[in-house]
């Protein structure tokens, strides 16, 4: 079956939810139904600061009626992965990853580039996930990463199915911590500490928002920075994130003094890139389903 591109940006006049849910007109319904259940790659085009690039890959599970607006669509989005690195999309040389974006000239053809959802090939789909998820993957993975991430060093056998190894938990979690480890520079978002311990290693772990059990995406968005100990009373409710990164903590169910951990400024450190902040959709479902205060 074929592969797509899907172009998606931050600011889109697209009702999406970015990891779970991808809205698109009717013109595109072909491309979406022959790719279901087959893999596609997240596009962020250049409009309104975009970045030009590939960012994430995942899976069309599903396709379905926009009820509220006639003629446009829903693709349910499972297997979500964001790249640790974002792939230009040129390469070095200049050439293209996607074949069918050069013109006679070299030059782009704004015409393929200007379609929201592209079919792709698989030699040039697994060419962008294996550049996208390359420092989870390389022999580049350090001993620092891989200790840190509690997993082996492996090697991975590219001649099994790309898309098939970075569904593996293993790699979807190194890529996961990878991510979430580069965004917050290491440093635990609710306590504002970098932590390194004796072996040079920070003590930080890279937490899901929404839990990989009841389907949480394995997106930067979905994700958050933490030290172990805040990271346990995370998960069990006992702290929470407002819209605005305030922190919330259930007063009454925390020991005596946990609280002098945290920032004084009541609020959790966060990236400065939008792109890379907690999403409201991922901190509301903790709120709502998580918290206990």
Same mark, same amino acid.
């Given at each position: 079956?074929?592969?797509? @591109?899907?172009? =998606?940006?931050?600011?889109?006049?697209?009702?999406? @939810?970015?990891? !779970?849910?991808?809205?698109?007109?009717?013109?595109? %319904?072909?491309?979406?139904?022959?790719?279901?259940?087959?893999?596609?790659?997240?596009?962020?085009?250049?409009?309104?600061?975009?970045?030009?690039?590939?960012?994430?890959?995942?899976?069309?599970?599903?396709?379905?009626?926009?009820?509220?607006?006639?003629?446009?669509?829903?693709?349910?989005? +499972?297997?979500?992965?964001?790249?640790?690195?974002? /792939?230009?999309?040129?390469?070095?040389?200049?050439?293209?990853?996607?074949?069918?974006?050069?013109?006679?000239?070299?030059?782009?053809?704004?015409?393929?580039?200007?379609?929201?959802?592209?079919?792709?090939?698989?030699?040039?789909?697994?060419?962008?996930?294996?550049?996208?998820?390359?420092?989870?993957?390389?022999?580049? %993975?350090?001993?620092?990463?891989?200790?840190?991430?509690?997993?082996? !060093?492996?090697?991975?056998?590219?001649?099994?199915? @790309?898309?098939?190894? #970075?569904?593996?938990?293993? @790699?979807?979690?190194?890529?996961?911590?990878?991510?979430?480890?580069?965004?917050?520079?290491?440093?635990?978002?609710?306590?504002?500490?970098?932590?390194?311990?004796?072996?040079?290693?920070?003590? #930080?772990?890279?937490?899901?928002?929404?839990? /990989?059990?009841?389907?949480?995406?394995?997106? #930067?968005?979905?994700?958050?920075?933490?030290?172990?100990?805040?990271?346990?009373?995370?998960?069990?409710?006992?702290? +929470?994130?407002?819209?605005?990164?305030?922190?919330? /903590?259930?007063? +009454?169910? #925390?020991?005596?003094?946990?609280?002098?951990?945290?920032?004084? +400024?009541?609020?959790?450190?966060?990236?400065?890139?939008?792109?890379? =902040?907690?999403?409201?959709?991922?901190?509301?479902?903790?709120?709502?389903?998580?918290?206990?205060?």
């Amino acid at each position: 079956m074929p592969k797509v @591109v899907l172009t =998606q940006r931050a600011e889109s006049g697209y009702d999406d @939810v970015p990891g !779970e849910l991808y809205h698109f007109p009717r013109q595109y %319904l072909k491309a979406a139904e022959e790719a279901r259940e087959d893999g596609c790659l997240f596009y962020e085009p250049r409009r309104g600061d975009g970045r030009m690039a590939y960012w994430a890959a995942g899976r069309i599970s599903e396709i379905f009626d926009d009820r509220d607006r006639d003629d446009h669509y829903y693709a349910r989005i +499972s297997d979500f992965m964001t790249f640790p690195v974002a /792939v230009p999309f040129q390469r070095a040389d200049g050439s293209f990853w996607e074949s069918k974006l050069a013109r006679d000239d070299g030059l782009p053809s704004r015409g393929a580039m200007g379609w929201s959802i592209r079919r792709i090939p698989d030699h040039e789909f697994d060419l962008v996930l294996k550049a996208g998820f390359a420092p989870a993957l390389g022999p580049e %993975l350090d001993d620092r990463f891989s200790a840190q991430s509690g997993f082996e !060093e492996e090697q991975f056998d590219f001649e099994r199915p @790309v898309f098939e190894q #970075i569904l593996q938990r293993k @790699v979807r979690d190194r890529a996961f911590a990878l991510q979430v480890r580069n965004a917050y520079d290491s440093r635990c978002a609710i306590t504002g500490l970098r932590l390194i311990n004796g072996g040079g290693r920070a003590e #930080i772990e890279a937490a899901h928002i929404k839990p /990989v059990e009841d389907r949480g995406p394995d997106s #930067i968005r979905n994700g958050i920075a933490l030290s172990r100990t805040v990271h346990w009373m995370f998960d069990r409710g006992l702290l +929470s994130v407002d819209r605005d990164f305030r922190l919330l /903590v259930a007063t +009454s169910l #925390i020991p005596e003094g946990v609280e002098r951990l945290f920032h004084p +400024s009541g609020y959790v450190h966060v990236p400065d890139t939008a792109r890379d =902040q907690p999403g409201d959709t991922f901190l509301r479902w903790h709120r709502e389903n998580r918290f206990k205060g």
